[in-house]
């Protein structure tokens, strides 16, 4: 199991710039797949970015070029930079974090940090 807490929401203006962070309980080296999530209302909860087979990337297409996922291993955080936000990227960002075990996908998340893009 593994507790995930996001930080680094609020409100920005459009064109501006976030970096949000997410803590892992436990070395996330032992995580299979980590990154982050958005679910805007109304929407289905969509991939923005994550780490999967250790070190492989993957966006989501809306935020390709634009948002940059990081981390620490010392610190057991995963970051997402934010750059040139939109309007339209307001939403709740989720922290997720994939282990497995016993060759089945565990999903845990956090409770979410919301981001406000908004002139």
């Known amino acids: 199991q593994v507790l995930l807490v996001e930080s680094g929401g609020g409100l920005v203006q459009p064109g501006g710039s976030l970096r949000l962070s997410c803590a892992a309980s436990?070395?996330?080296?032992?995580?299979?797949?980590m990154g982050w999530y958005r679910q805007a209302p109304g929407k289905e909860r969509e991939l923005v970015a994550i780490f999967t087979s250790g070190s492989i990337t993957t966006y989501g297409d809306s935020v390709k070029g634009r948002f940059t996922i990081s981390r620490d291993n010392a610190k057991n955080t995963v970051y997402l930079q934010m750059n040139s936000l939109k309007p339209e990227d307001t939403a709740v960002y989720y922290c997720n974090a994939g282990i497995l075990s016993d060759n089945r996908v565990m999903n845990y998340w956090g409770k979410g940090t919301l981001v406000t893009v908004s002139s």
């Open positions: 436990r070395s996330i080296f032992s995580i299979n797949a």
